[in-house]
T-cell receptor, first 112, second 107 residues
Framework: NAGVTQTPKFQVLKTGQSMTLQCAQD?????MYWYRQDPGMGLRLIYY???????DKGEVPNGYNVSRLNKREFSLRLESAAPSQTSVYFC???????????FGAGTRLSVL | KNEVEQSPQNLTAQEGEFITINCSYS?????LHWLQQHPGGGIVSLFM?????KKHGRLIATINIQEKHSSLHITASHPRDSAVYIC?????????WGAGTKLIIKP
């Protein structure tokens, strides 16, 4: 049972490059989330998708775009990476907005 | 002031000790979550509670809604409990996350 799968696990980018972080869940969950985690800070919500076909901004959406491709997949795109986007990114899913969230293993991104 | 405050930030204890990690919040909530982040980075949900107390193995979570405070207790701590423990509260729309408590259990 895979749960929430994120790819890649590690990525190094140069300033200005673009990339897409992929996330897929096999639990038939309605809601999916993208977070970033920086040292000394709690998880901060970037974007979320309450259900297939909908996306909403979270606390720190600037510099990111998302796509809820289908019920399983929720991708996060950095169009023009900046050093301030160096972070660990987590994808999560839940059955509903008040339910327990299940997390992927994270993507460690460095922007040089 | 952060809406979710955890204490202590860091905690080192000997194997077998009783551990308490605290979480205080300043907003109205519908639920509170405790999660564990392993040294490798993986995050696992431990509890979700809105009142009273929950127990799972050696872990106990309590919440006092009136005092806006929750505690996570670990009995008979073990080195494998070493991790970052994170408190998150659900406000109106989204989870508000604490910064985490880093726990190290020495053998």
């Amino acid at each position: 049972n895979a749960g929430v799968t994120q790819t890649p696990k590690f990525q190094v980018l140069k300033t200005g490059q673009s990339m897409t972080l992929q996330c897929a869940q096999d639990m038939n969950h309605n809601s999916m989330y993208w977070y970033r985690q920086d040292p000394g800070m709690g998880l901060r919500l970037i974007y979320y998708s309450a259900s297939e076909g909908t996306t909403d901004k979270g606390e720190v959406p600037n510099g990111y775009n998302v796509s809820r491709l289908n019920k399983r997949e929720f991708s996060l795109r950095l169009e023009s990476a900046a050093p301030s986007q160096t972070s660990v990114y987590f994808c999560a899913s839940s059955d509903g907005r008040v339910d327990i969230q299940y997390f992927g293993a994270g993507t460690r991104l460095s922007v040089l | 002031k952060n809406e979710v405050e955890q204490s202590p930030q860091n905690l080192t204890a000997q194997e077998g000790e009783f551990i308490t990690i605290n979480c205080s919040y300043s907003v109205g909530i519908s639920a509170l979550h405790w999660l564990q982040q392993h040294p490798g980075g993986g995050i696992v949900s431990l509890f979700m509670l809105s009142s009273g107390k929950k127990k799972h193995g050696r872990l106990i979570a309590t919440i006092n809604i009136q005092e806006k405070h929750s505690s996570l207790h670990i009995t008979a701590s073990h080195p494998r409990d070493s991790a970052v423990y994170i408190c998150a509260v659900r406000g109106n729309y989204q989870l508000i996350w604490g910064a985490g408590t880093k726990l190290i259990i020495k053998p």
